[in-house]
């Protein structure tokens, strides 16, 4: 916020050729190594489908989980936007595995079907899982063997990077993800994504793509500064990292009486209640439902989540026992 | 070929306003009921694209099973012409139920998922199991409940009715069918599909939505006259008995020998044989692999596949033991 | 500004479901009228691509001027997202007339055509022109006796309003505008346009349609502060009075040395320049050239230039003659 | 159809594995040189909807005559499948020229622009009118001195040729066109278009988007044998020359009395009626009226229009006087 207002100076050229704009490119740079490139985007759908849309020809597809959010809480933006099919695998805790990748590719060069282009991970996970950069690798490798490019949902990186102890170029750039959307909202942001291209051949396309994805702003400088301002300082860190601590002090509080259905390496916790208790805890809290017939519940603390609030949600959820 | 022959006389006029074209909707009409539009396409990919375009809104997904041929076997074409998400399901034969379409519906009203439109069945499957008229209409019947549509890819339609020892109308329109892709091509003809719709309401997109979607032939007596020949003395029917009686042949021939891994319903056999059996017979015959892993071969008959032929393959599959 | 910043307290449900966006929604229907649905969106083409996708089936197309900004200035972002076609009309200055509509209309009921479905004008237009009441009114007279909708694009509806004394309501909703994009950018906002359905048969789309264009704020209450602010005590009247009132300043400050291309309807001039001026002039300051053939410039004014801006700009035009 | 009924003997591979197949891919490499590949098709959308499909990136535009068959007969295909914006230019008659290309050209780089990728011409156009080599030679230059391609839409190629005296290589590879739609139906064929492609790198994409864009036949010998046989023995020619020559004779036999919109250089003629005459002629005929302002009326001629056709009409059309 300081920084949006703190750019509110003056007049600036629009549509990103101003300083506010440099300084974030800077930033991500430093942050991603010397050929990173870096667009500023409203949200993360936009950051999504732009990336994503760098690497995709007409028939081409992207595998990923079924739990990924492109998947399954975008609207149809990448089908109806990039007209690409996603080639979805079941996984049992939102994590692909290079067999998961490698079973898709049989599809590769017969044109009865979508031509696997790209494998899309989210980081961390929607089920709340962390890739290490190890596993990040892996994909990367098994994507790059077969003429694939590795994609990094990253909208909430910087919790994975908290939570690994790791810099952000160790699970991104290193790791050979090409193309990133790194997040900025659940990090503090009011409204800021970047798409970061790690692979700079895939470069020359994102200024159309982005303006075509209706995702450039005009006046981009209160964009942009809000990305600079999270990445200078290690802000984004600070505000992972306490985020994840909150989580973990949730599933402390409740361990022993509620079990959790993936393990907390994030900002998430997710409860496995019973169906009396979920109905119970409906009227005294707003929190969404993971899944219904087994009672799972999500529960997402963010940078600003306090102490309190989660002690309040630990009484709430142990008087439910 | 005898009808296109027939249909080489003289001039007439262009796009489907000639008595060959009339001629095939009556008989559409006579075998589907009065309220039955059809319109002449090409091929069953673009049957299925037009006629599920009649049905869905920009922000609507399809449910279907994972191995519905518009999901797995047309190049992404939906996604592309139609922009629309396929809501797949896995399924163990090809049959989707009423409980697959109930799991799906939760996404209905929440603007953060493609919403549930259209339920999707292959008649036969992809399986080559066959739909009863019961389970075409408990579909229709939870699809209805919901505001969905039910769309019947009926490229083997013909090998379902002669099967079940039905009529085409019992399978589609009676059980509540809306919009059905109806398969001339494998049936016998040299390329001819129709779009039937049941759902008079759905009608006035079809011919725009046939000539966006590349499907309009000009000189359209030659398709028509293929469909109306089909559909007239029952040739549809003849054919596909035929196919069926060929399949159940080869099924016969090496039972005891190779199990199967669908039941035979129509006019595929997928025989489960071992990998070296597998890697021996494509030195001498040229079919497809249906699932490599557990050594499944696809095995289709055809109108004009003869006893010989099937008695040679059960001789080679016989041999391979 | 100072809007975002009082937005700033505590938290808020995401999406939408906060105070904030419930007061711009009341702020619009008080300027509009009580049917008046408004959407906060990220910028124009957002807002446009979302509005226009409310009125189109799969086979439609939008009348609208070559100049358009749908049509020329969003990097094809209708085409690809809606899969429309412009079906654009040759102008003198930016003004879509009954005539020019009715000669689109000859496509109706031919499938080989896209279907006209929509008028879309904006107002002002691209070259600073402006709608009367009335002329909007005309235009969506005829639109609606052809069963077509009639669209404006809104980006500087406040200039408009401003210019022609007139409230936002009598250009748009007793004019008989459907749909609406209504602009904050270019009025003041930080990145704040609305979408404003003016029609409530076409409301309930718009909730998906915002969510797949990518153009749904997860924080929403910042994006619907700003909207509220300009719509809150005739902020939106004061700022365009302002811009108005410069590119007034300007064009008389010039008048009888540099003709002007289009008489001054709002906060756009553009003056015809010689090749030599226009080539000078860019030594000196930082404008868009509108037609280099006639070295014609675009110079527009906006809520925050000071008479001294235009006063220096009006001393560099002068010294080129 | 001598052709179609020839290659209706035994079994064949399906989707174009065939010898029937192999012969067509001869006869045009014998036709176009030995880079040229072809693929069939069922109609003439389809082959320019997939030709140009093979050029476009997302954010891409094709640079066409207004009155192109791409922009306003394909119900607006191109947009819809290939999400492309066709950027039009008004002509008078239907051709394009050098300096409409560079007109365009402006937008390049421009990322609120779509990118002019390539320019797509008609041969003979919509107007019946002919590009000589030197012409279409002229364009190809221009495009690919700025990194555009060349498309033509050859649904009557055959016509021009036979019209110039040349071959057919002499009016596409020749003269720097990359990829062609060439015309079967219109010349004789029942429903056989070819997309050949002129530049090796282009052609990777094709067998994909022919599949995703529903005009791949299962049973292609039907299609390729209608394709080959034009190729052969010169066919194409006889025909062509016929159709043409039937131009020319109605042209003649109403010389004097109405004069022609446009020069007959193909198989079309263009009378200008007056309003009454076309009136008068409605009642006796089945024509389609090109311009009913100025009461221009287009009259085709086929491989099999017969000279008592023509004089028929030229007699109807003398007593309009």
């Known amino acids: 916020m300081a920084a949006i207002v703190a750019a509110n100076v003056g ?3 629009a549509y990103g050729a101003d300083r506010w704009t440099r300084e974030m490119e800077d930033a991500f740079r430093e942050a991603f190594g010397e050929q990173a490139t870096a667009y500023a985007m409203f949200n993360g ?5 732009v990336g994503l849309g760098l690497m995709l020809r007409a028939f081409d597809g992207v595998i990923c989980a ?15 936007v990039l007209g690409t ?20 590719l049989e599809a590769l060069g017969n044109e009865h079907h979508s031509q696997p282009r790209v494998v899309s991970i989210s980081q961390v996970t929607e089920c709340g899982t962390l890739y290490t950069a190890d596993e990040v690798a892996a994909l990367g490798e098994v994507a790059h063997a077969h003429g694939l490019y590795l994609h990094m949902d990253g909208a909430r990186l910087a919790n994975a990077a908290a939570e690994a102890g790791s810099s952000l170029r160790a699970l991104t750039t290193d790791a050979g993800v090409d193309v990133l959307s790194f ?19 895939l470069d020359p396309a994102a200024l159309f793509l982005r303006k075509q994805g209706m995702q450039l702003a005009s006046k981009m400088r209160f964009v942009a500064a809000q990305l600079t301002a999270l990445l200078q300082n290690d802000l984004w860190h600070r505000n992972a990292v306490h985020a994840n601590a909150m989580a973990h002090r949730l599933a402390d509080g409740i361990a022993g009486v509620w079990p959790l259905r993936y393990p907390v390496q994030s900002n998430a916790v997710f409860p496995i209640l019973t169906e009396k208790a979920l109905t119970e805890l409906q009227t005294r809290q707003l929190f969404s439902i993971w899944h219904r017939p087994t009672s799972v519940i999500r529960l997402v603390t963010s940078f600003d989540t306090t102490p309190d609030d989660v002690d309040t949600l630990i009484t709430d959820l142990l008087s439910l026992r």
Request: negative net charge.
């Open 66 to 80: 079924a739990s990924a959010h492109i998947n399954g809480h975008e609207a149809g933006a990448a089908e109806r």
């Open 11 to 13: 007049d600036a050229v």
């Open 45 to 49: 759908s936009g950051a999504n489908v």
């Open 85 to 104: 099919k996603l080639l979805t695998v079941e996984t049992d805790d939102g994590k692909l595995r290079p067999e998961h990748v490698l079973g898709q």
């Open 183 to 201: 997040g900025g909202t659940k990090n503090g942001a009011l409204a800021a994504e970047a798409l970061v291209i790690l692979r700079p051949e």
